[in-house]
């Protein structure tokens, strides 16, 4: 009787344990479910008529929003063979005909099967949408940047590291704000890229350059973003009109955040896929980052050379 008392605390606290874990799990699901799921409605309501995704784990089951999709992104036609049917069969063989004109461009679809989408399991469904974005959106805008960036980034260095003054804080606020976000030479050099895709990594790159030019380090697609002056400093480099940074100094992350995405909603028409509670907590999901700076691309002047 004893021995069983003794034991009912561990397993309460091994399962504790599980539970801590899976609920970032969670957290990070559901802010991928929210991103990846504005992501796609921007592309289906330039249909006629529009079309919009309400739940993503279920709206994919039967493959006609993927089919949809995939028209919009690719300008292939697909619904033609589309049929529309309660059966599982049916279902099947329509997103198996959608995830074959993915392997045909070399999609990545490890661990993605018509199955795992049909019966709309989150980490399938999400991984999924993830490498069409990676795809379609990274890869594809990234491609005419990767060679002027080697030879162009290579000058971020010590002696070349541009001016924060846009950053600097009024000489009464000295140090109040995130040291963290302010340029560091040293740091800035010597700092490896953790990416190992060459469309993510060339993303980051393309990204440092824009925000090292307003004194904002920007390190990877997660941390680095918390403060908001990143976001901030993107918007910038487009138009200088629209942002001031140097106010930007005094105000909480949050509301730097909140005020990135509705500046860039409104007068760079890209709508906010994250939403500020996405971005400020201690570890922001990078997939949804990167889907949302990604929109930033249409506006790089390099992207064509």
Known sequence: MQGKANRDPQKKSMGEKAQHIQQPEDEKKAVQKRTFTRWMNGF????????EVYDLFTDIQDGRILMALLEELSGCQLLYRFRSSSHRIFRLNNISKALAFLDD???????ID????????????LNLVWNMILYFQVKEVTAGLQRHLSSSLSS???????????LSPPPN????????TLPSKCKMAAKELKYHGKAIKTLLRWVQRCTSKFGVEVHDF??????????????????????????SLSR????????????????????PLLEPEDVSGTSPDEQS???????????????DE
């Open 44 to 51: 289906l309501q330039r249909r006629e008529p529009p079309i």
């Open 105 to 111: 461009r070399h999609v990545k679809l490890l661990g």
């Open 114 to 125: 018509a199955s795992g989408i049909a019966d709309g399991i989150p980490s399938v469904v």
């Open 156 to 166: 971020l260095s010590m002696s070349s590291y541009p001016s924060s003054s846009d």
């Open 173 to 180: 606020d000295i140090g109040s704000y995130f040291c963290s």
């Open 222 to 247: 997660g941390r680095s973003w918390r403060s908001g002056l990143a976001f901030l400093a993107m918007i910038k480099s487009i138009n200088t009109a629209l942002v001031d940074l140097r106010a």
């Open 252 to 271: 909480e992350p949050r509301e730097n955040i909140k005020l990135a995405f509705m500046v860039a909603h409104h007068n760079l028409d890209i709508p």
């Open 289 to 303: 980052i990167i889907t949302y700076v990604s929109m930033f691309l249409r506006f790089c002047p390099d992207k």
